[in-house]
């Protein structure tokens, strides 16, 4: 599966992006999706995820409450909806996608990876 990030840009503090992931390849709805980020001179990081289904989601504590994500099989497509945001949110966010097996919340257990798409909050 090929995935196609989008959706980046600067945004204040307080205020809102909506990332979008674009799936193409084999049958979407077989992958979990996840969203991870990266900060300049940190280590990846996730963000979150959601089942194949689409009925169960996970987040990391620091987004919890403020990011919320979503899928669309039919579309072949994964949202990342993020509101007031912060600064230290800024970073380049990344979508993933794997198989039925390992952690949500590690980066190892993921097959693809889109590209990337930068998210810059100012103060």
């Known amino acids: 599966v090929q995935l196609q990030a989008s959706g980046g840009g600067l945004v204040q503090a307080g205020g809102s992006l909506r990332l979008s992931c674009a799936a193409s390849g084999r049958t979407f709805s077989s992958y979990e999706m996840g969203w991870f980020r990266q900060a300049p001179g940190k280590e990846r990081e996730f963000v979150g995820a959601?089942?194949?289904?689409?009925?169960?989601?996970y987040y990391a504590d620091a987004v919890k409450g403020r990011f919320t994500i979503s899928r669309d099989n039919a579309k072949k497509t994964v949202s990342l909806q993020m509101n007031s945001l912060k600064p230290e949110d800024t970073a380049v966010y990344y979508c993933a996608a794997k198989v039925y097996v390992g952690s949500y919340y590690s980066v190892s257990p993921y097959d693809y990876w889109g590209q990337g798409t930068l998210v810059t909050v100012s103060s």
């Open positions: 959601i089942s194949w289904s689409g009925d169960r989601t």
